[in-house]
């Protein structure tokens, strides 16, 4: 049981990432899913949410209307598309799977209880 987060990078501000998040081992497509980051010396932030179905989302405040989380149930797979992305963004981020199965979406780090490993993303000015 493991999920498995890619597609960090070095990007220019104003550029484009998109992050997918691969899981195994458990039903994936009834379990809440979360993008956390972690900067420098800052604690974990809640960046975004989907529950199981895709039907409901939410994010931070900070990334509202850059960022988009979507899921595909049938590839096992989640995603984070962030667009016009800014220095402040530069993180680790992480994905995360509900610990509750059809259970409700979360922005704290208790609702969920499997981690990615986490994945660079790196903003320039």
């Known amino acids: 049981v493991q999920l498995q987060a890619s597609g960090g990078g070095l990007v220019q501000a104003g550029g484009s990432l998109r992050l997918s998040c691969a899981a195994s081992?458990?039903?994936?497509?009834?379990?809440?899913m979360g993008w956390f980051r972690q900067a420098p010396g800052k604690e974990h932030e809640f960046v975004a949410t989907?529950?199981?179905?895709?039907?409901?989302?939410d994010y931070a405040d900070s990334v509202k209307g850059r960022f988009t989380i979507s899921r595909d149930n049938a590839k096992n797979t989640g995603y984070l598309q962030m667009n016009s992305l800014k220095p402040e963004d530069t993180a680790v981020y992480y994905c995360?799977?509900?610990?509750?199965?059809?259970?409700?979406?979360?922005?704290?780090?208790?609702?969920?209880?499997?981690w990615g490993q986490g994945t660079q993303v790196t903003v320039s000015s």
């Open positions: 081992g458990r039903a994936f497509g009834t379990y809440a």
């Open positions: 989907i529950n199981w179905s895709g039907s409901s989302t």
């Open positions: 995360a799977q509900g610990s509750v199965r059809y259970g409700a979406t979360s922005w704290t780090p208790s609702g969920y209880n499997l």
